[in-house]
């Protein structure tokens, strides 16, 4: 076979576009693809003349690169495990605003007469709760196990604490929550203040909580059939947790029409900031969570 | 209006034909279609070409020691390429023939 030809010496010097901009639009693409073909394009590039003309080529290319991914460049496991580290942070966010919900309408038993569709949807978040956590729950305690198992095998504790923080983080701040209740509340509870403290308090416990296993997936980097399980469970639980976040939106808006009595209800900005937060989280849960589904379901 | 009969021009055929004479490299790959096919690829639409190329078993890329990575045809891209020209060489003979039948048209 004759060697591959080359440019030889008929390359041209970079134009003024320069390696910036095609840095720029290189940066563009999905990191597989820049793995793979960066250096290419920006030898091609440079040999060309490096024109705008060439470089926004090559952004422009940049979005079919996302949606259709070449196959033979597609991570399996990478994409499952990056899927389930932000479908994890995304499901304890929505499930911290569902929970928040709960406190400020179910428990302080908000039920507009006349309008039993908010009472259905208290009822639908509480089941959609439970069953995504079950779901959840049931189908990542294999790969956790497995993780923790290989986390002392190999003396890693660092990656053995960030496995336990589901556990450590919940419990400090239910600990911490029963200190400030006794401390802090009255017979009506805990002041408004207080209230937004421990509200503050239970989101940054939930992210801690799922920021460990997310760290121990990225440097643990498990495969096989038990990541396979726990990002198809997560699907399923995101998919059952979207149905809890309209359960919310249905019951937040049938307050803000129905109950002049509701959190907030004289300040309209706070119910549509909140709807908007659980409509946010719950897309990037159930985006994220596909995302990983698909991998898991994909013929290797 | 643009002629849009220049999709005869697909940008995977003419990598392939371009890697079916000897294996090159992206720059060698756009300096050979734009003179003897008379297309310019952009940068852009060379490498998601290769890329999906290389997906699909009709091409692979050979070592390089440096960034500019040289690619060669495999046996399923010159089945494919092969394939693909029949059915583009009929069509063409079949235009030719009835252009000269009906138009008397002698060639160009």
Not at chain 1, 11 to 25: I, V
């Amino acid at each position: 076979m004759r060697p591959p030809s080359g440019p030889s010496g008929a390359t041209t010097p970079p134009g003024p576009s320069g390696p910036l901009l095609s840095r720029a639009a290189l940066a563009l693409y999905p990191p597989s693809w820049r793995a793979r073909y960066g250096e290419e394009v920006r030898a091609l590039l440079h040999d060309s003349g490096g024109g705008l003309a060439a470089v926004a080529s090559v952004a422009w290319r940049a979005l079919p690169a996302w949606f259709w991914p070449p196959r033979h460049l597609h991570d399996r496991p990478a994409r499952m495990r990056a899927s389930l580290a932000t479908a994890l942070m995304s499901w304890s966010m929505l499930t911290g605003l569902g929970l928040v919900f709960v406190q400020l309408t179910q428990f302080q038993d908000l039920n507009p007469p006349g309008h039993p569709e908010v009472r259905w949807a208290y009822a639908v978040f509480d089941v959609t709760l439970a069953a995504s956590a079950l779901v959840a729950g049931l189908g990542g305690l294999p790969l956790w196990l497995l993780m923790l198992r290989r986390a002392r095998r190999e003396q890693r504790p660092r990656d053995a604490v960030y496995l336990l923080l589901p556990v450590i983080a919940p419990a400090a701040y239910l600990a911490a929550l029963i200190v400030t209740i006794r401390l802090a509340g009255g017979a009506q509870g805990v002041s408004q203040w207080w209230f937004l403290v421990v509200v503050l308090a239970g989101f940054a416990a939930a992210a801690i909580a799922a920021a460990g296993p997310g760290l121990a997936l990225r440097r643990l980097q498990p495969r096989g059939p038990a990541l396979r399980l726990a990002a198809a469970a997560g699907g399923v639980a995101a998919a059952i947790m979207a149905v809890g976040a309209v359960a919310i939106v249905v019951a937040v808006t049938g307050l803000s029409l129905w109950s002049r009595h509701f959190a907030g209800y004289h300040f309209g900005t706070i119910p549509v900031l909140y709807l908007a937060l659980v409509v946010t989280t719950a897309t990037v849960t159930t985006v994220s969570a596909a995302r990983g589904t698909r991998a898991a379901l994909a013929e290797p | 209006m643009t002629d849009r009969l220049d999709r005869w021009a697909d940008p995977p055929l003419l990598v392939l034909a371009s890697l079916a004479e000897e294996p090159k490299h992206g720059y060698a790959i756009t300096q050979d279609v734009a003179q003897t096919m008379g297309v310019r690829l952009s940068a852009g639409t060379l490498y998601a070409v290769i890329a999906r190329l290389e997906a699909r078993g009709l091409i692979e890329p050979l070592e390089s020691e440096d960034r500019r990575r040289p690619y060669r045809i495999t046996m399923a891209g010159a089945e494919a390429l092969a394939r693909q020209s029949e059915r583009m060489s009929t069509v063409a003979s079949l235009a030719r023939e009835r252009l000269s039948t009906s138009l008397g048209w002698a060639g160009a």
